[in-house]
C-alpha cells in the first residue's frame, strides 16, 4: 500500500505563493485548557459534553453545519481483551486436566486478541465488550460543498485512562543511559506483542507439552490481566495532548480557511470519539461517511498528539503488523512543511494505531502526524500529567501551518 493512486496530489501554484498561518499560543490555549477539564472516557457523558462544546465552537468560526453524530461504540478495549487474557490464563493453570482443551481456549484468545487490536471483525469484542453505547463525531466542513476535492484533517477529543504500563521511568532510563542507540530506533515499543504471546506461548506450550512455555505464557497473561483490570478501571488523564491538541489544529484550521478561503478544495474537520477504544468512533464515521467519499478526489490527513515538540509523518502503523502510509502524500507534506520552514521527522513508524489506520485500510491516500521530543518518546502518554502546560505549543502551531498548507497545496490548478 505505498501508493493508492488517484488524482495526483502535486502543490498548486497557490500553495508555494501563500505562507501559512501560525496561531498563538494564546488561541490554542483557549481551545485546550477549557476541554481538559472535562473528564472524558470513551462514549462518556464527558466525551459527548466536549463534542458539543466543540461543534459550537467550530460554528462560530464559520462552520454553520458543524454537527455532532452519535456513532454506537465499545466504550474499552480492557474489557474484551482483559477477558481473553483471564480465560488463556485459567487455560493454562488447567493444562494438566486437558491439553486439547487449554490449547483450543488459549488458541482462540491468542485468535481474538489479534483480530481485535488489529481493528479487523472483532468478534470478541462483540462477545465479551458489554452493552454498546455512542461515540459523539464532530464533523464540520469550510470551504467550497461541491468543490472537486476534499481534504478529511481528522482528530479526537477523548482521553485515555491511565495504568502502570504507562509508567515512562524504564523508556526514559533507556533512553538516558544509550544516547547512542536513539539514531538506530524508527518505532515505539511493541506494547501489545505481550498481550499476544502471553495466550500464544500457552496455547503452543500445552499442545506440545512444553511445560516452560506454558509457565512463561501464563505469566505473561496473568500480567497483561491485571494491567488491564487496572486500565478498565481508571479515570481518564487530561488529554491536553493526546489529544486536544489535535483539537486545536481543527479550529485553527477552521479559523484560518474563513479568513483565507482555500478555492477548489472542500475541507471537512472530524473529532472523533472513542479513538480510546481502539479506533470506535472513526470506525462509525467510516459506516456513514466514506460511501460518499470519492477514494480517488478525497485525501485524509490525522492528526494526533502534535504537542510533544517534533512533528512526525509516520511511514507506517500498525500494532502487530505495520501498513505503510500513502507515499504520494506524504510527499507532498514533505513538500508543504520545506516551503513553510516547519521541522518534521520521517522515516519512522508506530506500534500503537491512530484513527489514521481506518481510512488508510479503505484505500484513501492518509497521512497521520503525530510528535515525539529529543529521546523520541511522547512525554506524559496516557499519564495524569498531561497537562495543558506540558503542551509544545509551537509544536502544535507548526502542525496547524502544516494542515493549511496541505489544504492548499492540494487545490487544482485549473477546474477538474
Known amino acids: 500500500m505505498t501508493s493508492h493512486g488517484g488524482t495526483d496530489p502535486r502543490p498548486s501554484g497557490t500553495g508555494r505563493r501563500h505562507r501559512s498561518r501560525r496561531p498563538t499560543e494564546a488561541e490554542l490555549r483557549a481551545v ?6 472535562i473528564e472524558r472516557l470513551p462514549t462518556s457523558a464527558g466525551e459527548r459534553e466536549a463534542a458539543h462544546r466543540i461543534a459550537e465552537l467550530l460554528r462560530t468560526l464559520g ?10 461504540a465499545y466504550t474499552s478495549y480492557a474489557r474484551p481483551i482483559g477477558t481473553l487474557t483471564a480465560l488463556a490464563t485459567a487455560a493454562g493453570l488447567l493444562a494438566g486436566r486437558s491439553r486439547l482443551a487449554a490449547t483450543a481456549v488459549a488458541a482462540a484468545a491468542t485468535v481474538g486478541i489479534a483480530d481485535d487490536i488489529s481493528y479487523r471483525r472483532q468478534y470478541a469484542r462483540r462477545a465479551l465488550g458489554g452493552r454498546r453505547r455512542s461515540a459523539h463525531n464532530v464533523v464540520a466542513s469550510v470551504g467550497e460543498p461541491d468543490a472537486p476535492r476534499t481534504l478529511v484533517v481528522t482528530a479526537h477529543h477523548d482521553a485515555a485512562p491511565t495504568g502502570a504500563v504507562f509508567d515512562e521511568r524504564a523508556a526514559r532510563w533507556f533512553a538516558t543511559r544509550y544516547p547512542h542507540l536513539l539514531d538506530r530506533v524508527s518505532e515505539n515499543p511493541p506494547l501489545w506483542w505481550p498481550v499476544v504471546a502471553g495466550p500464544a506461548l500457552i496455547a503452543l506450550g500445552s499442545a506440545t507439552g512444553a511445560k516452560s512455555l506454558r509457565r512463561a ?9 491485571a494491567a488491564f483490570t487496572q486500565i478498565g478501571r481508571s479515570r481518564a488523564v487530561p488529554g491536553a495532548n493526546d489529544n486536544l491538541s489535535g483539537v486545536a489544529v ?3 484550521l477552521a479559523r484560518t480557511l474563513r479568513d483565507e478561503p482555500v478555492h477548489g478544495v472542500r475541507v471537512l474537520l472530524v473529532s472523533a470519539g472513542a479513538e480510546e477504544a481502539l479506533q470506535e468512533g472513526i470506525r462509525g464515521f467510516a459506516r456513514r461517511h466514506f460511501p460518499d467519499l470519492d477514494r480517488e478526489r478525497t485525501w ?11 512533528l512526525v509523518l509516520l511511514e ?12 504520494p502524500f506524504n510527499n507532498l507534506l514533505s513538500e508543504c512543511a520545506t516551503r513553510n520552514d516547519i521541522k518534521v521527522l520521517t522515516g519512522l513508524r508506530s ?11 479503505h484505500g484513501y491516500p492518509t497521512a497521520t502526524l ?22 509544545d505549543y509551537d509544536c502544535v502551531a507548526d502542525a496547524c501551518a502544516l494542515a493549511e498548507a496541505a489544504a492548499r497545496a492540494l487545490a487544482p490548478e485549473r477546474p477538474e
Not at 485546550?32 to 477539564?37: D, K
Not at 485524509?300 to 517534533?310: C, K, Q, R, Y
Request: negative net charge.
Open 32 to 37: 485546550i485548557e477549557p476541554l481538559a477539564e
Open 217 to 225: 505464557g501464563i505469566g505473561l497473561a496473568a500480567l497483561c490481566t
Open 316 to 327: 507506517a502503523e500498525g500494532p502487530l503488523r505495520m501498513e505503510p502510509y500513502d507515499v
Open 63 to 72: 462552520a454553520t453545519d458543524a454537527a455532532v453524530e452519535e456513532e454506537p
Open 300 to 310: 485524509f490527513l490525522n492528526v494526533d498528539t502534535v504537542g510533544s515538540g517534533n
Open 351 to 361: 506500534r500503537s494505531s491512530t484513527d489514521g489506520v481506518v481510512p488508510n485500510r
Open 250 to 252: 481543527l479550529v485553527a
Open 370 to 391: 503525530v510528535s515525539i521530543d529529543d529521546q523520541k518518546l511522547i512525554p506524559h502518554y496516557h499519564l495524569h500529567t498531561d497537562l495543558p502546560e506540558h503542551v
